[in-house]
């Protein structure tokens, strides 16, 4: 890049691009990704080149989805499909619904997410070539396919979103592309059979992600592998190696800012462990104070509801009454998100 620099601008940009797409894996959301992304994005915009102004879209668009910047995500992702709608190839829109499905269910629209990611879904489409595993970093499809498992499970349809997930992932094997198995396994496999409650399957994700991250050097998807360890150690009645397993995790820096999402991790925990984890009721807070923050509202309801439990299982003065209201911020947020409004 340093030779390349104002003398060889195209050179340049695909330098910068390249760099972008491989820190988000090997380093997770880092400041280096704005500026490579940002440096290749304006170049293609000098050069007039679209490709790379898809590739360097995305890669901002991703960054924002890691660190949390919902709303800044969705206006990549407009911006990402707008561009792709004067393109021929209609698999550049197709990668546009996908982003767009994405930042709308991380903002808790789940209607609007559903609708974009099913058309995705809908589109007949050959396996993903390699120029589009470079530009978009996942096969479009699969990468749909497990927030549509989540949504599914959000939507209260825990044996479709089951399913799904079980599908996304045999999508992905197929593409014989890391990247591309190692989001269903994070994304959805993992924390759906979790939740669902089949600890067997959460099991063998968490191995097959595990598997994937130290094959290719993903520390990304390692954090969440080893967060998912902790899950199941605390499932199991490890409460005191789960929590570490969960707090070391969050802690790695390749899981910088993924904090909210594996802080879902340690809202489940306290979900069914009030009584063992002390510090159970501040982490819920700080949650519900993050998600407000970053507009990351997929989760909030969810938040809610352990927040009520927790309070019922103190049982301070006036402690129904509170677990009362939570309870009914949680069926608010939710109806909200089921319907689009906000």
């Given amino acids: 890049m340093a030779a390349a620099a104002g003398r060889d601008a195209r050179r340049e940009m695909q330098l910068n691009a390249a760099l972008a797409a491989s820190l988000k894996y090997s380093r997770g959301a880092v400041a280096e990704i704005e500026a490579s992304g940002t440096k290749a994005l304006q170049i293609a915009e000098s ?3 679209i490709e790379h ?14 660190s949390g910047q919902h709303r800044a995500a969705l206006t990549m992702a407009e911006r990402f499909q707008a561009l792709a709608a004067k393109r021929s190839d209609s698999s550049d829109r197709v990668s546009g619904e996908r982003m767009l499905g994405v930042s709308r269910y991380y903002l808790g629209d789940l209607l609007n997410a559903r609708r974009h990611l099913e058309r995705v879904l809908a589109y007949d489409v050959t396996p ?3 120029w589009q595993f470079v530009r978009v970093q996942v096969d479009p499809r699969a990468g749909a396919r497990a927030f549509h498992s989540r949504i599914l499970w959000l939507q209260g349809l825990p044996d479709q979103a089951m399913r799904s997930a079980e599908s996304s992932v045999a999508e992905a094997r197929a593409t014989h592309h890391a990247a591309s198995l190692g989001l269903p396994l994070a ?8 939740w669902f409650g089949d600890l067997a399957a959460a099991e063998r994700y968490v191995d097959m992600l595990l598997d994937q991250s130290t094959t290719h050097g993903l520390a990304r998807w390692s954090s969440f592998g080893r967060c998912y360890q902790g899950l199941i150690a605390i499932r199991r009645g490890d409460v005191t190696t789960g929590l570490r397993l969960l707090r070391d995790a969050s802690d790695e820096p390749a899981a910088a800012g993924s904090a909210t999402r594996l802080s879902a991790s340690l809202i489940s925990a306290a979900s069914r462990h009030a009584g063992q984890i002390a510090d159970g009721l501040p982490a819920i807070e700080e949650a519900i104070v993050r998600s407000e923050f970053t507009e990351e509202r997929w989760l909030i309801a969810e938040v809610l509801r352990v927040k009520g439990e ?3 299982w103190r049982g301070a003065p006036g402690a129904a009454a509170e677990a009362e ?5 949680a069926g608010n947020a939710q109806h909200n ?6």
Avoid at 53 to 66: A, G, M, T, V
Avoid at 187 to 194: E, H, M, S, T, Y
Avoid at 325 to 329: D, G, I, K, P
Wanted: aromatic share 4%; net charge positive; glycine share 2%.
């Fill in 325 to 329: 209201s939570q309870l009914c911020r």
């Fill in 128 to 130: 993903a070539r390699t």
């Fill in 53 to 66: 102004q898809l590739r360097s879209l995305w890669h901002l668009w991703s960054l924002r989805i890691s």
């Fill in 187 to 194: 994304a959805a496999a993992c924390p759906i059979a979790l």
């Fill in 47 to 49: 050069c007039d080149d």
């Fill in 337 to 342: 998100a089921d319907t689009g409004r906000h």
């Fill in 310 to 312: 927790i309070l019922l």
